[in-house]
């Protein structure tokens, strides 16, 4: 059962951030909210999960990194970060701490000292606030092999006039970092 409402958040997930037309809905541009309605329809339309307003819920209220927030009435729902498609989300514009960290793997990293950082096919390059959650993030990309977790001096870069944002789920996140 848990594993089954894993298997159903990875995949509104990919739906909120992704490809909302794989079961026929859309994303407002402004805010990245879809209709809570919309999405539970389509999702049982599509076959694969059955889902209702009290599992939606509760897999919004027990995702341990708080992806998934509602509006205030209740009606619409959203990816707090990670997006693909063309979305604006408000985030706060905020001072980093000295350093944070960017889980990967080492097939990365001869484009990532030449280039620096590049966002992908996502919106922005995601920084983890901690080394643990880095090294989780890069095991998505290097398993079996063990990842690279690079400390970004992001301090520095904020002084030297670098935008970091920071989503309301506690993702950081910027534009570009360059390969010093
Ligand atoms: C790499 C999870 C070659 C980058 C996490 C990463 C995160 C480069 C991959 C969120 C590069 C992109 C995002 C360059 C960066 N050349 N490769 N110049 N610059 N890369 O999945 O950060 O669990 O789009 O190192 O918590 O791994 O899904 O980004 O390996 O916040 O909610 O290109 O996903 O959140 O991969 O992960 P991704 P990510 P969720």
Do not use: C
Not at 53 to 79: H, M, Q, W
Not at 168 to 180: E, F, K, L, R, T
């Amino acid at each position: 059962k848990k594993e089954e409402n894993v298997k159903l958040s990875r995949f509104i997930s990919k739906i909120l951030r992704h490809q909302p037309e794989i079961i026929g809905i859309e994303i407002e541009r402004m805010g990245a909210w879809a209709d809570v309605n919309a999405l539970m329809e389509g999702i049982n339309t599509k076959g694969k999960f059955h889902i209702d307003r009290p599992l939606l819920e509760k897999i919004v209220a027990a995702d341990s990194k708080g992806r998934y927030s509602f509006n205030s009435d209740g009606t619409k729902i959203r990816a707090n970060q990670g997006h693909s498609i063309d979305v604006v989300i408000e985030m706060e514009h905020r001072t980093p701490p000295e350093y944070l960290y960017h889980g990967t793997a080492w097939r990365f990293m001869g484009s990532i000292v030449a280039k620096g950082l590049l966002p992908g096919s996502r919106q922005f390059v995601h920084l983890s606030p901690d080394y643990a959650t880095a090294v989780t993030v890069g095991f998505r990309h290097s398993k079996p092999e063990k990842p690279v977790v690079l400390k970004i001096h992001a301090g520095q870069m904020a002084a030297e006039g670098f935008d970091f944002m920071i989503s309301d789920n506690g993702v950081w996140q910027i534009a570009h970092v360059p390969p010093q």
